[in-house]
């Protein structure tokens, strides 16, 4: 059963884009948006994931936005803490830098980085000891869903994790559900069949965890500012993960208003 009263999140995952300057634009474009027409925190939470290299700078300039945009890592390191690692960014480093989100389980560093799940509950386990809120990604790939394979494979990367979480640490995760055929390739699952994958998603994590009637689960793959409204009317779609519409100010700001609207 869906809760009405979840509060929806928009983010947008910039993946390895854009340059500096475009970035600065985008968000100089985005705050001015709000400026405009705010967007109530208490309708949508709204989160901008940059590069790593960007994380810091997106955050300043986000400060004196007319609201909490907050910033969101999209990976983080397996290996906790500090040392002798190369090319790490732990967790405690992102906290330590105010970062208080992160993306754990994209389907591209499962699928293109070697992400297995052996690495995704080290990194899950780390980003909540750590203090942070996780957006856990899960989602099917065509061939499996063509297989009817989807719902399996989907409550199974819920199960996954479910040994590294305590039972207090569930009200800091927000599940998204990105099936992978429909990532970058401007397919979304019908409003029909991302609800029913939802609805299951959310009778997994009740059966779980007491917090799972609660739980935000977003909706990823090719959303625009075209398909957000009639995603966002769906009970259990609790949001977007948003990509390749993230990258422009005005398509990003009417998918949080979409789903700001909705509830
Ligand atoms: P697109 O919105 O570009 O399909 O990307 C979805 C995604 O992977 C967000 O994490």
Redesign the pocket.
Known sequence: MSNSTITPWVVG?WKMNPMHANAFQLIQEFKQLLEHENIAPEQCHIGVAPTTIALTSIQAQLKDAARTVYTVAQDLSRVAGTGAYTGEVSAELLKDSGIEFALVG?SERRELFGDHVEILKEKLHHALNAGLTVIY?VGESLDQREQGLADQVVLQQICDIAAVVQAEQWQNIVIAY?PIW????GKTASPEDAQAMHAKIREGLTQITSYGANMAILY????KAENAVELAACPDINGA?????SLNAQSFYQIAKAFAQSK
Do not use: D, F, R, Y
């Open positions: 995952n994209h990604c990105e429909a990532i970058g390739t990823g793959g090719s959303v993960l948003v990509g390749g519409a």
